[in-house]
């Protein structure tokens, strides 16, 4: 009895317009929020150089044990930690380095 008819630009434009909105709105959900990743570049490095620091350098019976950090320890530590291999030999590669980046950071010790 009744007859619809779309009209074809119509029913493109609704097309495009559903997937341009979904594609958005996934977007946006995958960008929002502080919680998960971990970070990227800069910070990913202060948080493992952190984490490192703080479970095989300043643990009780651990390198660093007892000292007091302020900016001269600081150096005096990156300092050992780029020419004593022996020193903390556990802590190597990346691990070493992000925790190099991390005691410069967090005492100015750079």
Known sequence: MFKIALNKG???SLASALVLSASVISTSATASGSFGGGGVGFQ??????????????ACDDCPVENVQMNADEAKSLINKLKTDNEFAKEVTGKQRQ???FYIERRYKAG
């Open 10 to 12: 119509f029913g493109f």
């Open 44 to 57: 990913n490095t202060y948080n493992l150089g952190k984490s490192v620091f703080y479970k095989k350098l």
């Open 98 to 100: 992000s925790v190099i």
